[in-house]
């Protein structure tokens, strides 16, 4: 039972409460095949390697839910640290139509109106950098919109936000982990 400890006190630190059985089967696992994998492995450390396995499962499988959120509730605020699962994440100021297009070149376009800016007279080059700057001045950029999707393993929660999170993207693909 010292190690189901370790691994308990391993999670705990991460704020991760696993399911007991789960746990239980992932560390038998690993026992019985840890040596098939890597036959010069003489230790490991059996918390890292539940980790591991943990990072790859279904949160609603492997841990308990920390959420106690009232079916009928239309906002709530977490206060203390919570582990939850993305699951999407869409840009909705703008039509997927319009995100299809900007991502997708169009190959059927000509491109007859390049112009090699050698040939441009020096001239002109300093009236279209001064009509440049002049647009970028009165052009705003354009403010993203992301509705993400979470889920503890029990409960889905939605948040729309102005601003992205910090190294998400709304490209990224689900089963990332933010304790």
Not at 40 to 56: A, G, K
Not at 57 to 80: M, Q, W, Y
Not at 123 to 138: A, D, L, S
Request: glycine share 2%.
């Amino acid at each position: 039972m010292d190690e189901i400890t370790a691994v308990r006190t391993f999670f705990a630190q991460r704020h991760i409460t696993l399911n007991d059985e789960w746990e239980e089967n992932v560390v038998r696992y690993i026992k019985l095949n840890v040596h098939k994998v890597d036959e010069d492995l003489e230790s490991y450390n059996l918390p890292e390697v539940v980790f591991e396995q943990w990072l790859y499962s279904d949160l609603r499988e492997s841990t308990r839910p920390v959420l106690n959120v009232p079916e009928k509730a239309n906002s709530i605020t977490i206060v203390k640290p919570a582990l939850l699962q993305l699951m999407s994440i869409v840009d909705i100021s703008e039509s997927y139509y319009g995100q299809y297009r900007s991502r997708v070149m169009d190959l059927s376009k000509d491109d007859s109106e390049f112009r090699d800016p050698s040939e441009i007279p020096r001239e002109q080059e300093k009236t279209k950098v001064g009509t440049k700057e002049i647009n970028k001045f009165f052009v705003q950029p354009k403010k993203t919109m992301l509705m993400y999707e979470f889920s503890d393993g029990n409960i889905p929660l939605k948040a729309v936000l102005g601003d992205s999170i910090c190294g998400l993207d709304y490209i990224i693909n689900s089963k990332i982990y933010m304790p």
